[in-house]
């Protein structure tokens, strides 16, 4: 469904991303996966047609961006890490347009306007404006508004970013959902329990550059099931084992305090890369 071959970019003497080359299938929700500055952002403002890539190529449900802009765009929904929605008008104004912009019928925009309404529980605020509402209420409306036209491919450029835990859950929820109901959706975000929660794939970035890709339990199972965090002189420094008992008994024989716990995709990241994603979603 998003195929990209060797995409490159660069702002000035600064290459952003490296020869990125990745596929996403046909219903499937993919995490894009890295730390502030890895190059995300960029990457689904080259996929989403809001930018140009120095090199490489693009193909959106087989139709090559470059080659069919309009068309290739019209297949995708973005929900940007920025709030975006105009202020000065309602709920129901906000995606009204959208649909115009796609050129949608008055009754085929009130139909999608009142269902998605429906799906992202905001239903009694249709007619609110949306500079009143909070930034949970917001992401939800971004996320509607980016489904109005009924797109095949969803971006979504850290969605839950600056959200409390309790709402950032409700959120991956409907994500799930709208995944559920045959979207095929592209995820970057920097909070661990995110990709964990929602991906059945996970691509690792890092400086530019895709260095890992995998189910999450087979990126984590790469260094083992079990971690024990080793307190010495100040310094966390985790050691991976295969099984649980394993990592208890190496427990016991440390001086230092230890815990041990279940590997997690950061774990995999650390180990792949040598540094942290540093996000989470607690």
Not at 45 to 63: E, H
Not at 230 to 255: D, I, K, M
Not at 261 to 281: M, P
Request: glycine share 8%.
């Amino acid at each position: 469904m998003i195929q990209t071959e060797h995409i490159t970019k660069s702002f000035g003497r600064t290459r952003i991303l490296s020869g990125i080359s990745l596929h996403v299938r046909d219903r499937e929700l993919v995490a894009y996966l890295g730390p502030n500055g890895a190059g995300k952002t960029t990457t689904v403002r080259i996929l989403s047609g809001q930018a140009r890539a120095d090199g490489g190529t693009v193909k959106l449900a087989g139709r090559d961006l470059t080659e069919h802009p309009l068309e290739a765009k019209a297949l995708c929904g973005v929900v940007s890490q920025h709030l975006n929605l105009d202020a000065e008008l309602s709920v129901r104004e906000n995606l009204d347009i959208h649909g115009r912009l796609f050129g949608m019928n008055a009754s085929e925009r009130k139909e999608g306007i009142t269902s998605l309404l429906e799906v992202v529980e905001m239903e009694h605020k249709v007619d609110v404006l949306t500079k009143t509402l909070s930034g949970g209420e917001k992401r939800r409306i971004m996320l509607a508004r980016a489904l109005v036209h009924k797109p095949r491919i969803l971006f979504l450029d850290e969605p839950t970013v600056g959200l409390d835990p309790l709402i950032r859950r409700k959120l991956w929820g409907l994500i799930k959902r709208i995944q559920q109901e045959g979207t095929t959706i592209l995820l970057t975000t920097h909070y661990i329990e995110e990709a964990e929660f929602l991906a059945d794939r996970v691509i690792f970035l890092d400086k530019g550059r895709i260095v890992a890709e995998g189910t999450p339990h087979a990126l984590m199972n790469r260094i083992g099931q079990w971690a024990l965090d080793v307190q010495h002189n100040g310094l966390l420094t985790p050691r991976y084992f295969s099984n649980r008992n394993e990592a208890a008994e190496t427990a016991t024989r440390e001086h230092e305090s230890s815990t041990v716990r279940r590997v997690s995709l950061e774990d995999a990241f650390l180990s792949i890369t040598g540094r942290k994603v540093s996000g989470s979603a607690q």
